[in-house]
């Protein structure tokens, strides 16, 4: 398939998509208010317009890119407005606001990144950045805590979360020191007790992001960002080199960092007796995950019907709309309905992940995979926490979930996704070829 015939496909599946964001939008009021929306012409227009000029700038600015991801991203940030306006119209307002944030930002990084390898020429720059806006909250002035959770900077009086924008920063630091010392990485000439390692020296990264992992963990009460980090880097780690030990040893540190945490943090002892038995603490720590586990079941199979849901009754409406609007679609559209939300990430997977397999530059398969996992993994933690796989997170679910930080840094994201889709599918000139099951650097 040639860039022309991606365009066409990505047009396609996006007007497929402002279909079913209309229709989601209609029967949503009239489930709730039994009366069809005044606002749903402006409401189609604004969407219609903000899709089609992502779209206009795909076709311009990076024409032999991938054509599933936009649509994707399109369509769950559509059904993300039309629950968020379910729950709170004045939260929708705002998150209609920072989608067009989000759009423009967009389009910029695909109009200022016309090549993802000139971004390696700032490698140490880039780590700085991103550990700076991860500690950013720390900061006695502008950080602000917000249920019980110090990740959040007062800017201009909005409330802004760095880490989100960190993660984008650090994923570009990884890809470009995995692949300048991804073969030192492979070396084992060090042996401790059955194991073979590299040289301590190259353990550092490793041994770092366990640090700064645990710092987040301990010091911001946020135990969803650090997961997310130190998986991240392991994962990117292990691609490059192809070697299991990275993250069977970054497993244990991360598992020894947790247990010291639950041991000395009254927070993170909260939230994984939750996660055991939500049932004891249902009325304090556990209440959001026995509500939420209600909540599903009375969504069965079918769901109740957009509109019909009762959501989490006494959490407040941002919480809802922030850490809890899977278990909204969960109960309103059933099991076929959350079924077809995690199929859209798989999409996104899958179509990131064939990207990093087609990509024959390790700079290009690093960064492809590492924003791949980036996205998909954040949502896997939240819906994993509110099926009760993991322990409970406030992380937010990547463009379903109300919150400005997120979806604008995510907007940015997938544009160097694209834009790596770009340059991967020019050289091959869109001909199709083999499947690799490895995706490691070194093959």
């Known amino acids: ?60 600015l990076a024409p032999n890119a991938d054509g599933i991801i936009l649509p994707v991203v399109a369509l769950l940030n559509g059904l993300g407005y039309v629950f968020i306006a379910r729950i709170d119209q004045d939260l929708a307002i705002k998150q209609a606001g920072w989608t067009a944030v989000g759009v423009v930002a967009f389009v910029a990084t695909l109009a200022l990144v016309r090549k993802v390898k000139t971004l390696a020429n700032y490698g140490y720059t880039l780590l700085f950045i991103g550990l700076g806006l991860l500690l950013l909250p720390l900061l006695p002035v502008v950080g602000k805590e917000i249920n019980g959770a110090r990740i959040w900077i007062n800017l201009g009086g909005f409330s802004v979360q760095p880490a989100e924008f960190a993660k984008i920063a650090l994923i570009l630091f990884f890809a470009t020191y995995l692949v300048k010392n991804r073969e030192l990485l ?28 645990l710092l987040v963990m301990i010091a911001q009460k946020d135990l969803g960002s650090a997961l997310l980090f130190f998986v991240l880097f392991l994962s990117m780690m292990w691609i490059a080199t192809e070697r299991l030990i990275y993250p069977v040893m970054g497993g244990l540190l991360f598992a020894a960092g947790a247990t010291i945490a639950w041991s000395q943090l009254g927070h993170v002892q909260d939230r994984v007796t939750a996660w055991l038995n939500p049932w004891d603490v249902a009325g304090g720590s556990g209440y959001q995950i026995v509500q939420g586990t209600y909540a599903l079941a009375w969504g069965g199979m079918g769901g109740q019907g957009l509109g019909r849901g009762y959501g989490i009754p006494g959490l407040g409406k941002a919480f809802v709309a922030t850490d809890s609007i899977f278990v909204v679609i969960g109960e309103e559209l059933g099991v076929f309905g959350s079924t077809a939300v995690l199929a859209a990430f798989l999409l996104i997977a899958g ?46 679910l990547p463009f379903l979930s109300y919150g400005g930080s997120s979806l604008v840094a995510n907007y940015v994201l997938v544009a160097l996704l694209i834009r790596t889709s770009d340059e991967v599918y020019d050289r091959s000139d869109g001909a199709a070829r083999p499947s690799r099951v490895r995706i490691g650097v070194g093959q």
Not at 356 to 384: C, E, N, W
């Open 1 to 60: 398939m040639n860039g022309k015939d991606r365009r066409t496909t990505e047009l396609g599946l996006i007007l497929l998509g402002l279909v079913i964001i209309g229709a989601a939008y209609t029967l949503a009021s009239l489930g709730s208010r039994a009366s069809l929306p005044a606002d749903v012409v402006p409401f189609l227009a604004m969407v219609v317009a903000l899709v089609i000029v992502a779209h206009i700038a795909v076709r311009r």
């Open 351 to 396: 179509a990131g992940f064939r990207i990093a397999m087609r990509a024959d530059d390790p700079y290009h398969k690093l960064l492809a995979a590492g924003l791949t996992v980036s996205l998909t993994f954040q949502a896997f933690v939240i819906m994993g926490g509110l099926l009760r796989v993991l322990p409970l997170t406030g992380i937010t």
């Open 186 to 213: 492979g070396l084992t000439n060090w042996r401790l007790g059955p194991l073979h390692l590299p040289a301590p020296k190259f353990l550092a990264p490793v041994i770092l992001a366990w640090g700064v992992a």
